[in-house]
């Protein structure tokens, strides 16, 4: 049996990597005895599989998870025993049992949304630097690649890009960004448009096929709201 | 006092690992501070990741939050880049818990583990906008105070640390925190009432209480100024670890750090009375924790943390009474459903505990580690390390036919007596067990991980001059000569010039501050990481400040020479050490006392305490020639030579010939 977990990254645990959110699931699903399968051999491993990684720094209200378990159990406690085992800012918002034939995460999300604040811009001046970008045919960013600097252009996934504010959440960049052939982060996207780069928050992984799209896991409207109360 | 948070987070997407400023450990509090309350920050001088697992820094952070009027908080060395954005932003030194000024804090209390991390001390009170030098500071200032095991030779710190407290800081912290809060009561105007008082508190020792006289350039004594302090500071000594279970609550940090797994002390001391090692000496007698208290604080550490892995921590944990019971009583817990390992730290050398290893590692069986510490028996003699070829061998043999891979074996070079014949014998010993392996596996390794010996204060060998870089670096040229083509031996070696430095702080007076001073102030921090460490910030710090390393370093002192740390004590008497040393240049061995009558070595007579050992035998492997025939150990199989080239007995002006 698999179960799905959508989960929060908020606050000061945003500065933590992706390696170590994965091992603050492991230490909170033994202490909440979860029934995790391990993988057999010399160096037994917990199956969990996370999606995309998040980058250092950012925040999201959408990171998945999914666990292979040894025995059954049911969704809602895994979300009931083991939310309250894991750090500040790490919250459990929706939980599923998984079809076997289910594709992986890292297979099936091709896009994520992001919401990123910038620091310092006049309004205007950021709708204008959209505008801009969505009309150039490339969005060139130099980065480094094994010692190497290259240059990608981002343009092709840039899929949608708008402004939103000033409110009490200051003035931000919604984004939608492709993971093919990789995944681009909101920090080179911030390089692209030539703007500063403030907290960036994944708010949405889309999986897309045959034309329509749908999040891995829809968040339950009980819950959430409380999350996004706390995370903003 | 406010938050710094709001300018902490800013600095953190510009620097590398930036959770190590964030805390959010399980485990961690959140304290809330009050007028009336003693406020303390534990420092780690060095990187969150080594410093945060320190058991002493977390057992003192529970203790004092535990108490009405004091709280704590804890801060570890920003790395470089955090240092310098940091400074560039004005943001001094801060804790975790509260993101709260260093300086608010009324202590500052470092604990110091290594002496290579000393410029990282100044750095970090520097950092805090406290004036390092103690003189220079006022009585709105912290208290800087420093314990640990580099405590036992405090001078070379003497000019920057208002305070040392020596031996275990269970109770003396808890004393402190009433002296500081007595003087604060009072109005807390004139620091020197302060420090005054402090030396009321046995095991603490003030270093501006107490005036360094020297004579032709050598220390000749470090005497009180006062009337009312003691000649000579005792170490304190908790006589029953059963009634100190810390800590309860180990932080269990949100990102990777060394020893990152559930840690419970078993015992504290060690008897083996291996004359190289400063923690066998300073931390006697042996005081073992009651076995259903391990077995109870194991439990309730796993179930709390969620660690698959719990280290049982001492100085030689195969040597506690209740060893086999802890480990099954573990390992067979149907909680832990078979995930979780058990490890043992410095493993004693005898198939035996290779055993206990095999039954406790039954997942993730990788490497196990071995210190003969001496390439030959006649060396092994002298350092009192009794191990006999044949006991490494069964071992060796033992790790391999049940199923590891590699063995690391640790060894010291430049050690007393020692004979190119001996540090030539690393090689062949290491190369024995490397062909041990190959009967069971084609692929094995063995790593031989040799370090360059630094005597140590309150040691036997605290006489004894240290060999020079040059012949270090020659003795780690024959050994890689010889290790050549030998196959699956593998060689590391500590860089000889570190460990030059690394004498230079063990043994050396306060006059020895300038030099820290300036190869701080010449930004010398983090000198323990290879990266960082700069031999010539220290030659040119000796140099200006008229010092050098033959005098402090190479030089063999004379019986009756002061030494730095004469007048602070780690219970030994000044003449079994000195008659330990002549057992050991006459190459004998000195059994367990924990077994045998005792030695009078002055721990436990002096402190008015007992080794407290659960079992009246030996474990089975025996220990230092207690419960062991060690007859005709120098025939198998290694052949020795005559002692050869340099004589090093005391006192003689050695030449070590390069």
């Not at chain 2, 630094?454 to 605290?462: E, G, I, L, M, S």
């Amino acid at each position: 049996m698999r179960i799905r977990a959508r989960f929060t990254k908020v606050g000061r645990v945003r500065w933590t990597s992706h390696r170590d959110v994965a091992r603050m699931w492991e230490r909170a699903l033994r202490r909440g005895r979860v029934p995790v399968a391990y993988t057999a051999g010399f160096t037994p491993r917990p199956q969990l599989s996370f999606g995309l990684a998040l980058p250092t720094g950012c925040e999201s209200v959408a990171e998945y998870l999914d666990i292979a378990l040894d025995s059954p159990l049911d969704p809602s406690e895994l979300a009931r025993g083991v939310g309250p085992l894991l750090p500040e800012g790490v919250d459990i918002v929706a939980a599923d049992v998984v079809d076997p034939g289910e594709n992986s995460l890292q297979e099936d999300v091709s896009s994520c949304t992001w919401e990123i604040h910038v620091p310092g811009i006049a309004p205007d001046d950021l709708t204008e630097t959209v505008g801009r970008a969505l009309d150039a045919e490339l969005l060139p960013i130099q980065r480094e690649r094994k010692g190497r600097v290259v240059i990608d252009d981002l343009r092709p996934s840039v899929l949608a890009l708008s402004c939103a504010g000033p409110d009490a959440g200051g003035t931000r960049l919604l984004a939608e960004l492709g993971t093919r052939p990789r995944g681009v982060r909101p920090s080179e996207l911030a390089q692209a448009l030539g703007v500063e780069l403030g907290i960036a928050r994944r708010t949405c992984q889309w999986i897309e096929r045959d034309g329509s799209r749908w999040e891995p896991l829809t968040v339950d409207l009980s819950g959430p709201a409380a999350v996004w109360e706390r995370a903003s | 006092m406010t938050s710094l948070w709001p300018q902490i987070e800013p600095l953190l997407a510009q620097v590398t690992k930036p959770a190590r400023y964030i805390g959010g450990e399980l485990g961690a509090r959140r304290p809330v501070h009050a007028p009336e309350r003693v406020a303390w920050l534990l420092l780690y001088p060095d990187t969150y990741e080594i410093g945060l697992p320190n058991q002493g820094l977390q057992i003192l952070y529970e203790i004092l939050n535990e108490r009405g009027d004091a709280v704590a908080e804890r801060a570890y060395a920003p790395w470089t880049d955090m240092e310098a954005a940091m400074r560039d932003a004005s943001v001094p030194l801060f804790s975790l818990e509260n993101s709260l000024p260093a300086r608010d804090f009324a202590v500052l209390a470092f604990n110091l583990s290594a002496e290579l991390t000393y410029t990282n001390v100044l750095n970090m009170i520097d950092l805090a906008g406290v004036p390092v030098r103690g003189v220079d500071r006022h009585a709105s200032d912290p208290l800087v105070v420093a314990g640990g095991h580099c405590a036992f030779n405090p001078e070379p710190l003497a000019d920057f640390v208002d305070a040392f407290v020596l031996g275990d800081g269970e109770e003396v912290v808890g004393e402190l925190t009433e002296v500081i809060g007595s003087w604060r009561a009072a109005g807390g105007e004139r620091r020197d009432d302060l420090l005054a008082s402090l030396t009321t508190v046995a095991g603490v020792y003030v270093p501006s209480c107490y005036e360094a006289r020297y004579e032709s350039g050598r220390l000749t004594g470090v005497t009180p100024r006062r009337a009312d302090v003691p000649e000579r500071v005792e170490k304190r000594t908790i006589a029953d670890l059963g009634e100190w279970p810390y800590p309860k609550q180990q932080l269990v940090p949100l990102i990777e750090v060394v020893h990152d797994r559930l840690n419970v002390e078993v015992f504290r001391g060690c008897t083996r009375g291996c004359r190289f090692c400063q923690a066998g000496m300073i931390t006697r007698p042996v005081r073992e924790r009651p076995g259903a208290q391990v077995e109870e604080m194991v439990r309730a550490g796993l179930d709390r943390t969620g660690y698959d892995e719990v280290t049982l921590t001492s100085l030689s944990s195969a040597d506690f009474s209740g060893i086999g019971e802890v480990v099954s009583s573990v390992i067979n817990d149907p909680e832990c459903s078979g995930q979780v390992s058990v490890s043992l730290p410095s493993l004693r050398v005898d198939a035996f505990t290779v055993g206990l290893a095999a039954e406790i590692q039954k997942v993730r069986r990788t490497g196990l580690t071995f210190a003969p510490e001496g390439g030959t028996w006649r060396m092994r003699q002298v350092i009192n390390k009794l191990i006999r070829e044949e006991d490494l061998y069964a071992a060796v043999d033992a790790a391999f036919s049940q199923g590891w891979r590699r063995v690391k074996l640790y060894f010291l070079i430049g050690l007393p007596t020692e004979t190119d014949d001996d540090v030539l014998g690393i090689a062949r010993l290491a190369g024995s067990c490397a062909e041990i392996g190959r009967r069971y596996h084609h692929n094995v390794t063995v790593t031989a991980s040799v370090g360059g010996f630094v005597p140590k204060a309150h040691t036997p060998f605290q006489w004894f001059g240290q060999n020079t870089m040059e012949e270090l670096r020659r003795k780690v040229g024959l050994l890689r000569d010889a290790a050549r083509g030998t196959r699956g031996l593998t060689l590391r070696w500590h860089d000889p010039e570190a460990t030059a430095v690394e004498g230079l702080v063990s043994r050396g007076d306060r006059r020895m501050g300038a030099v820290v001073e300036h190869v701080w102030r010449h930004g010398g921090t983090f000198q323990e990481w290879s990266e960082h460490f700069d031999l010539g910030l220290w030659t040119t710090g000796l140099e200006a400040a008229g010092l050098g390393l033959d005098e402090i370093v190479y030089r063999h002192r004379d019986e009756h020479e002061v030494l730095a740390w004469d007048h602070v004590s780690a219970g030994l008497h000044r003449d079994f050490l000195w008659q330990d040393f002549q057992e050991a240049l006459a190459e004998h061995g000195l059994e367990d006392c924990r077994w045998t009558p005792c030695y009078d070595c002055g721990a436990c007579t002096g402190l008015g305490v007992e080794h407290m050992v659960a079992s009246a035998v030996p474990p089975a492997g025996g220990s230092q020639g207690t419960g062991q025939d060690l007859d005709g150990a120098a025939t198998i199989p290694v052949r020795f030579l005559e002692t050869a080239g340099v004589s090093q007995s005391p006192g003689s002006a050695v030449e070590h010939a390069s």
